[in-house]
């Protein structure tokens, strides 16, 4: 059965740290890996991986993705209150398949 | 606004009613999918639709659940005697297919209480 991994479940930081979250997914017919940022309703998209080990950036935020070992990262520099949110990823095939997700919280 | 939007935003229903919910996809996108979403837990695939065809349904998805989309546009997803169990919030995303793309625009969701 197709499952998505996400690590750590919950992390607590302070301002300007960098954190690190993971997503280990194991899937038939893998096509892409998409993360997303929920605050307090619905997901807002923020990366879409197809290709392993190409970096995709925007502002403090990257993510990368590793088809041999069947994970993806998603780190965020300078983390700001902001950033205080549930980060998810997901795998589509049929279905989207959506991880737990990691509920970062981020303290001034 | 552009985005998805579903009706209502919040629903409170007592156990064993029937309740309806609409979603309205972003107009160009072809694909609709439903999702219900627990506290702590990410959003649960349960069906999606390629303009009026329910192409996937979720093999977890109760016979009192149904969804349809009859002219390819707007959707609604049907929770027949609800039980307390279904109290989620119920999300809607919808997408374009082909090309690879499977970026998803969700709604802001409708929470449901059965009480």
């Known amino acids: 059965e197709d499952k998505v991994v996400q690590s750590p479940l919950s992390l607590v930081v302070h301002e300007g740290d960098t954190v690190t979250l993971n997503c280990s997914y194991e899937?038939?017919?893998?096509?892409?890996l998409l993360w997303y940022k929920q605050e307090k309703k619905a997901p807002t998209f923020l990366f879409m991986l197809?290709?392993?080990?190409i970096e995709k950036k925007s502002g403090r935020l990257s993510s990368i993705l590793d088809k041999k070992e069947l994970f993806s990262i998603l780190n965020i520099t300078a983390t700001q209150t902001g950033d205080s949110a549930v980060y998810l990823c997901a795998v589509p095939n049929n279905d989207m398949r959506f991880g737990a997700g990691t509920r970062l919280t981020v303290k001034p | 606004d552009t985005g998805v939007s579903q009706d209502p935003r919040h629903k409170i229903t007592k156990r064993g009613q029937n309740v309806t919910f609409r979603c309205d996809p972003i107009?160009?996108?072809?694909?609709l999918y439903w999702y219900r979403q627990t506290l702590g837990q990410g959003p649960e695939f349960l069906t999606y639709f390629q303009n009026e065809a329910q192409l996937e349904k979720s093999r977890l998805l109760s016979d009192r659940f149904s969804a349809e989309r009859p002219k390819g546009s707007f959707s609604t997803l049907e929770i027949q005697r609800t039980e307390q169990g279904d109290s989620a919030m119920y999300l809607c995303a919808s997408s374009l297919s082909g090309g690879g793309s499977y970026e998803q625009y969700f709604g802001p969701g409708t929470r449901l209480t059965v009480t």
């Open positions: 107009s160009e996108h072809n694909r």
């Open positions: 197809t290709s392993s080990g």
């Open positions: 899937v038939t017919n893998f096509r892409s």
